[in-house]
């Protein structure tokens, strides 16, 4: 096999196109009551997310025209800037506090998620030094991988934002395992962690709500398990075909968060089980097209930077719609590219801009 310079992979380019169209459709959608009742305006948060996209899309340009072995070289600048944004949200007057979390660094009218950025950074890191630490070895290698990821998942669970935390292990674990790290390590590794998930759980009050709620729903109602009732309420209503575009009632103040963390419960009531299950379909073939990239990657470099990216975004999606559909406990993730939100949008971008450099630099007959 050779590596070839050649022209980005067009059916991820498409893919992802196709689930950021229909999540522009949903914001509108699930968007336009509360938008025209605290904003006066049916389109405020349609409008923002058709900018965020414009943003995110040129972002993806801007990466995809970049080589991505640059980003080899600069993993320790971007690690330390990753730990100090995320620091700055915790600190007084410097991050600003949503619902009791303080997950976002303002300036001026515009705010920024660091979590958001960890997310890619981390995933750069990652790979930059998974090709020069032979993970194999526990203690040189794996160890030192493992206090890199606590030290950026611990600043995050103090947000707190424990579903961040979940997605940037896990993703971590994937890139671990595909550079070589043995499964009785990582094993090892996660039954380490499991006292430490537990104790956050528990010990946590709204945590803890949460996840009885996951366990039993019907027993609070009106309470900790009301989120999860009414997203299955709404996917519930929506049958096979949906209510019709548009046509969402549980978005009638019922549902919570539904333009954000629980957009596909609309999507789910208006597009019923066939806009649902495209949707899913969609990011099965994104996972398919990304990791078509990291088998046919020139190096190792490129392979787990494209293996993490791809992890993340569909990781992501998984326990979004495992959330909404009463499947894992609620956490707050959005879902790529479909949920309202300006950082979350832009940094995914960014991801799919690397991995459209990174097809470009394939192997001929490879994966």
């Known amino acids: 096999m050779e590596a070839r310079r050649g022209i980005p992979d ?5 893919i992802v196109f196709s689930i950021l169209g229909i999540g522009i459709v949903m914001v509108g959608s699930a968007s336009s009551v509360d938008a025209l009742a605290v904003y006066h305006n049916p389109y405020y948060f349609l ?35 990753t730990v100090v944004l995320l620091a700055a949200v915790l600190v007084p007057h410097l991050g600003r506090a949503v619902n009791g979390s303080r997950r976002w660094l303002g300036f001026g ?53 424990l579903g961040t935390a979940a997605a940037l292990a896990g993703t971590a674990a994937v890139m ?23 104790l956050l759980i528990l010990k946590t009050p709204y945590r803890r709500e949460r996840f009885f709620a996951f366990l039993d729903p019907w027993k609070h109602p009106h309470s900790s398990g009301y989120h999860i009732i ?13 209510d019709g575009l548009g046509r969402s009632r549980l978005k009638y103040f019922y549902l919570p968060e539904q333009h954000t963390d629980f957009i596909f419960a609309i999507l789910g009531e208006e597009l019923g089980f066939i806009g649902g299950a495209a949707v899913i379909v969609l990011f099965v073939l994104l996972a398919i097209r990304g990791y078509r990239i990291a088998l ?35 956490t707050g993730i959005p879902l790529p590219f479909v949920s309202y939100g300006g950082s979350s949008l832009v940094f995914s971008m960014a991801g799919v801009g690397i991995l459209l450099n990174i097809s470009k630099h394939g192997l001929r007959g490879g994966g």
């Open 10 to 14: 067009l059916y991820l380019l498409l």
């Open 47 to 81: 409008e923002r997310q058709i900018i965020w996209s414009v943003l995110g899309t040129a972002a993806m340009l801007f990466f995809s025209r970049v080589s991505y072995w640059r980003w080899q070289s600069i993993p320790w600048p971007l690690y330390i800037i």
């Open 109 to 161: 009218p515009l705010t920024v998620q660091p979590s958001e950025f960890a997310k890619l950074s981390m995933i750069l890191v990652f790979a930059a030094t998974l090709t020069s630490w032979k993970v194999r070895d526990f203690w040189h290698g794996l160890v030192p991988h493992v206090l890199l990821l606590a030290a950026v998942g611990g600043l995050v669970i103090l947000q707190p934002d």
């Open 176 to 198: 671990l395992f595909v550079a070589g790290a043995r499964m009785k390590h990582l094993g090892l590794l996660g039954a380490l962690s499991l006292p430490t998930v537990a």
């Open 230 to 242: 009414q997203a299955l309420y709404a996917l519930g209503s929506g049958g096979l075909l949906g």
């Open 296 to 330: 046919r990657a020139p190096d190792n470099f490129g392979a787990l930077l494209a293996t993490g990216l791809t992890t993340m975004v569909v990781l992501q999606a998984a326990i979004n719609i495992g959330v909404v559909t009463g499947s894992l406990p609620i």
